[in-house]
């Protein structure tokens, strides 16, 4: 079974510019998570969905960012304008919907580097 | 989500046991107690998981203490690709998600 899919897995922008990042999770998974991970540190959750419904947002910067989860499957991580604080890796996460006790299966992440 | 402690890095001989510490003393009675590891250039995966007693599982083992404010990771023979970034981390009943630490990075040396 193929796991969480990510792509790209590299882009390389300069501020100001646009870029989004696409995440397909695992068939059947009802919950998606986007993190961002700056270098040396661990993982920091963005936004969770449940289903299409983003449930919890609020470490999500609304200014610049924005995701979508249509039809409760795949799901787009958009920031227009990049600034350069955004070089990060940003990781996409799914998990069958509920329980303390699931796991989350994790992509290889994409790496944005703002020049 | 409750606060863990850990050590920021620690060096283990290939094919030896390795112990990874992780401090929780708020941990509240619901809370589990998750461990991932992060591969160089991977996303986390899952490695175990428990609530108050020992388990084991193909990867390891996780020894948790009677109070449930500490707990360990157990590696029972170190290989070159258990070389990562180990995470403990406290998963309530608020909420289906993760919140990181900055975790123990885990030097294995041939």
């Known amino acids: 079974e193929a796991g969480v899919v990510q792509s790209p897995r590299y882009k390389i922008i300069e501020k100001k510019q646009p870029v989004a990042f696409w995440c397909n999770p695992i068939?059947?998974?009802?919950?998606l998570y986007w993190y961002r991970q700056n270098l040396g540190q661990g993982p920091e959750l963005l936004i969770r969905?449940?289903?299409?419904?983003?449930?919890?947002d609020s470490q999500l910067p609304k200014d610049r960012f924005s995701a979508e989860r249509l039809k409760g499957v795949d799901s787009t991580l958009k920031i227009q304008p990049a600034e350069l604080g955004d070089s990060a890796v940003y990781l996409c996460?799914?998990?069958?919907?509920?329980?303390?006790?699931?796991?989350?299966?994790f992509g290889e992440g994409s790496r944005l580097t703002v020049l | 989500d409750a606060k863990t402690t850990q050590p920021n890095s620690m060096e283990s001989n290939e094919e030896e046991p390795v112990h990874l510490p992780c401090n929780h003393s708020?941990?509240?009675?619901?809370?589990?107690i998750h461990w991932y590891r992060q591969l160089p250039s991977q996303g986390p995966e899952y490695v175990i998981h428990?609530?108050?007693s020992n388990v084991n599982n193909r990867m390891a083992s996780l020894a948790i203490a009677e109070d449930r404010k500490s707990s360990t990771l157990i590696l029972h023979r170190a290989t070159l690709r258990d070389a990562a970034v180990y995470y403990c981390i406290l998963r309530g009943n608020a909420g289906n998600m993760l919140t990181f630490g900055g975790g123990t990075r885990l030097m294995v040396k041939p």
């Open positions: 068939s059947g998974h009802n919950t």
């Open positions: 996460a799914s998990s069958l919907t509920g329980q303390n006790t699931g796991e989350l299966f």
């Open positions: 708020t941990i509240s009675g619901t809370d589990y």
């Open positions: 428990g609530l108050t």
């Open positions: 969905y449940e289903n299409e419904e983003a449930v919890d």
